[in-house]
């Protein structure tokens, strides 16, 4: 049991270039996030999937885009990366049922120059 | 804006002594208070956490205390330990959504 995972781990872009940020969880959980950490900011919410087939926008959407893939696979996509957009980004889950824990993966660590 | 303001941004304890972080928040659809922890490098995962008919639950060392009229509630971690240093972020969940505070660096000094 993984938990929730996320690839790559250190990513550097150029400013412009495109990438996908992927994420998984086997835990079974219906609901996915994605976050981004800045020093001084705590998290803050991007995207989420409340149930397979949905996504909506959180706190901070522009410039990402998401797909749910299926029920395990959240990607977060930076069609055209920005120095902004310099920050750690997590996933995480969640199973909307029984208790209100969200299960963070390891954090994805991006710089664009 | 930040939904939840959290206090201090960083603090320093001796070993054996009390942290205290304390989160204030505006928006009373609020339903569940979480505490999380996260060392470097590391995602956070939930240390503790609190609904706003109770007014302090204790696991542990760690306690939360919950004020729903001040809307206002805090961490305490007593006798620390070198393991507990870390950030802590407080947090507030409104419709499976979680509203983060800034975070709080503790140290705690052997």
């Known amino acids: 049991n993984a938990g929730v995972t996320q690839t790559p781990k250190f990513q550097v872009l150029k400013t412009g270039q495109s990438m996908t940020l992927q994420c998984a969880q086997d835990m079974n959980h219906n609901s996915m996030y994605w976050y981004r950490q800045d020093p001084g900011m705590g998290l803050r919410l991007i995207y989420y999937?409340?149930?397979?087939?949905?996504?909506d926008k959180g706190e901070v959407p522009n410039g990402y885009n998401v797909s749910r893939l299926n029920k395990r696979e959240f990607s977060l996509r930076l069609e055209s990366a920005a120095p902004s957009q310099t920050s750690v980004y997590f996933c995480?889950?969640?199973?909307?049922?029984?208790?209100?824990?969200?299960?963070f993966g390891p954090g994805t660590r991006l710089t664009v120059t | 804006q930040q939904q939840v303001k959290q206090s201090p941004q960083s603090l320093i304890v001796q070993k054996g002594g009390i942290s205290i972080i304390n989160c204030a928040y505006e928006?009373?659809?609020?339903?569940?208070f979480p505490w999380y922890q996260q060392f470097p490098g590391k995602g956070p995962a939930l240390l503790i956490a609190?609904?706003?008919?109770?007014s302090e639950k204790k696991e542990g060392r760690f306690t939360i205390s919950f004020n729903k009229s001040a809307k206002q509630f805090s961490l305490h971690i007593m006798d620390s330990q070198p393991g507990d240093s870390a950030t802590y972020f407080c947090?507030?969940?409104?419709?499976?959504?979680?509203?983060f505070g800034a975070g709080t660096t503790v140290t705690v000094r052997a």
């Open positions: 995480a889950s969640f199973p909307r049922q029984g208790p209100y824990e969200q299960y």
């Open positions: 609190i609904r706003p008919d109770v």
């Open positions: 999937s409340a149930s397979e087939g949905t996504t």
């Open positions: 947090a507030a969940t409104n419709d499976y959504k979680l509203s």
């Open positions: 928006n009373t659809a609020f339903d569940y």
